[in-house]
């Protein structure tokens, strides 16, 4: 298996100014979804322009979740973070890519860095995925189309319990799916193990060591993404956030 997004940090150039973006040349234009719900209300569309946000999210009695599907504009993400007043910080942290998942108190909002799972046949795929949750609005930033939060959406599209909750709840579904998807990944990864050892018993080729060498390494990074991730949920969990 080879992998994709693994220890590909991006840096701003040395000398710039903290809270500089680091745009990737290939990143794709972004592609911005509304999902605006309430127990009895549901709008979602996908959003051009970004002036009538200011009139819809800090909306008191419904949730706003904003997802951001590509950090390709650097004009566009600036505008969204001025628009729900992010900390320059943190903003960087959404376009310097990888960061150590984490979570971040700021006055409007937490910050949420956390890293989605999925297999792309026999590829491993990591991608970073950045969650602002404010008192009104959940704001969510993704390097590409594509995720593993469909369930979510559906969820909130067939009326289930979700609607009828906060935006909090909302931030904690999508959490919650992002790590469940880990457990798939990680079975898999498993039953590879697994079955490289039982071939291993049998003859220790040299391309079978490789292969052990470089699943060993997949594991060992999951373990560096998995454990801050634990740590990270684990403040949240114990009521340090005032968000949530």
Known sequence: MNQK?????????????????????????????????????????????????????????????????????????????????????????????????????????????????????????TEQVSVFVGETFVLTFQERYGDVLDPVRKRIRRNAQIRNMSNDYTAYAIVDTIVDNYFPVLQELGNDLENLEDELMEKAAREKLKELYVLKHKLAHLKRLIWPTRDAIGRISRGESKYF
Not at 7 to 36: N, T
Not at 47 to 57: F, R, T
Not at 93 to 114: A, M, R
């Open 5 to 125: 997004g693994l220890f590909r940090k991006r840096k701003p150039p040395l000398g710039s100014v903290p809270g500089s973006l680091d745009i990737d040349e290939e990143a794709p234009f972004p592609l911005i979804r509304l999902i605006e719900f309430d127990g009895n209300y549901l709008r979602e569309e996908i959003l051009e322009n970004l002036d009538e946000l200011k009139s819809i999210v800090f909306e008191r009695g419904k949730v706003h979740w904003v997802d951001v599907q590509g950090l390709g504009d650097e004009t566009l993400i600036r505008k969204l973070g001025d628009i729900f007043s992010l900390h320059p910080l943190a903003l960087e942290d959404v376009t310097n890519i990888p960061q150590i998942p984490k979570v971040d108190e700021y006055d409007n909002c937490t910050f949420l860095c956390l890293s989605m799972l999925r297999k792309d046949e026999s590829v491993l795929v």
